[in-house]
């Protein structure tokens, strides 16, 4: 079976443009939360939804914005992009929510600002 | 202050030695995590936690709750072992959420 998948898996954007980020979660996985990882540091929770819902959001300024579709894939969007928004960016999906909930990890989409 | 502390951040090991890396955290949780970050990016659930230990081949992941404090240990160490180890948590105080905290993660290398 195929694990969460993103795409792409490299991007590069100059100041001010606006991105689009794409996850699939694991078959049958209905929740996927977005985290990230600038260099150097450990992940950052920016989202999570299930059942197409949020249901939990990080500290992150409403440039960020993210959402689930009836297939359970998910997108992260992120407009007026500054230098510092240069990241790996995480997508995890798991089967429900709850503490006894693993995630999975995809590889990730490091995006380069300019 | 980080609500995840991890150690050490850096560690270079022979083939073979015992390794141990740690992780403190300051707030409630329901459990802990450790994952392994190989260069690239992409990130392995290790283990998942909330009580005692767990064992996975040469991997073992122990937590005190009420010290509020992990470990992972790798017996019989090998180089394929070389990569980032990171702690992270489920606080109580995430409404719900499962948005980990994460650790900054311990650089681990191991030489033939």
């Known amino acids: 079976d195929a694990g969460v998948t993103q795409s792409p898996t490299h991007l590069i954007k100059t100041r001010g443009q606006q991105v689009t980020l794409r996850c699939s979660p694991i078959?049958?996985?209905?929740?996927v939360s977005w985290y990230q990882q600038v260099l150097g540091q450990g992940p950052q929770f920016i989202f999570q939804?299930?059942?197409?819902?949020?249901?939990g959001r990080g500290n992150f300024p409403d440039r960020f914005s993210a959402r689930q579709f009836p297939n359970y894939s998910s997108e992260l969007n992120v407009n007026a992009l500054l230098l510092g928004d240069s990241a790996l960016y995480l997508c995890?999906?798991?089967?429900?929510?709850?503490?006894?909930?693993?995630?999975?990890f995809g590889d990730g989409t490091r995006l380069s600002i300019l | 202050k980080n609500e995840v502390e991890q150690s050490p951040q850096n560690l270079t090991a022979q083939e073979g030695e015992f390794i141990t890396i740690n992780c403190s955290y300051s707030?409630?949780?329901?459990?802990l995590h450790w994952l392994q970050q190989h260069p690239g990016g992409g990130i392995v659930s290790l283990f998942m936690?909330?009580?005692g230990k767990k064992k996975h081949g040469r991997l073992i992941a122990t937590i005190n709750i009420q010290e509020k404090h992990s470990s992972l240990h790798i017996t019989a160490s090998h180089p394929r072992d070389s990569a980032v180890y990171i702690c992270?948590?489920?606080?109580?105080?995430?409404?719900?959420?499962?948005?980990?905290?994460f650790g900054k993660g311990t650089h681990l290398i191991i030489q033939p």
């Open positions: 995890a999906s798991s089967e429900g929510t709850g503490v006894g909930q693993p995630q999975h």
């Open positions: 078959s049958g996985h209905k929740s």
């Open positions: 939804y299930y059942e197409k819902e949020e249901r």
């Open positions: 707030v409630g949780i329901s459990a």
């Open positions: 936690l909330s009580s």
């Open positions: 992270a948590v489920r606080p109580f105080s995430g409404g719900g959420a499962d948005g980990l905290t």
